[in-house]
């Protein structure tokens, strides 16, 4: 496995070599835990996978946090106090 850090675009580059096997009718790739881990997926994830030109991508699927998840990130450490936006002009519910 080779790591490495672009000055430019700070991204971070992995190659490594593995097989492909065969699961049922399927082939399938193993994914090693520590790639799982930097692209935070976990068994039951989805991935999009494309071909372009012989080129294969995998890709985590982006899920959209849930309302619940989002206000359990709420504390009264991160969240603001009431804004005075003025006085009504329109049809504003009041």
């Keep these: 496995m080779t790591s490495n850090m672009s000055s430019e675009r700070k991204e971070e580059v992995i190659i490594l070599l593995t097989k492909v096997q065969k699961w049922g009718n399927s082939l399938a790739v193993r994914i090693p835990s520590n790639i799982a881990e930097k692209i935070e997926i976990e068994q039951g994830s989805e991935i999009e996978?494309?071909?372009?030109?012989q080129v294969l991508t995998l890709k985590p699927k982006i899920r959209k946090?849930?309302?619940?998840?989002l206000l359990a990130k709420v504390t009264n450490e991160n969240r603001?106090?009431?804004?005075?936006?003025?006085?009504?002009?329109?049809?504003e519910l009041l």
Aim: glycine fraction near 10%; charged fraction near 25%; proline fraction near 0%.
């Design 49 to 53: 996978l494309s071909l372009v030109n």
């Design 65 to 69: 946090a849930t309302l619940d998840e």
């Design 80 to 91: 603001h106090s009431e804004i005075d936006f003025g006085s009504t002009e329109g049809n």
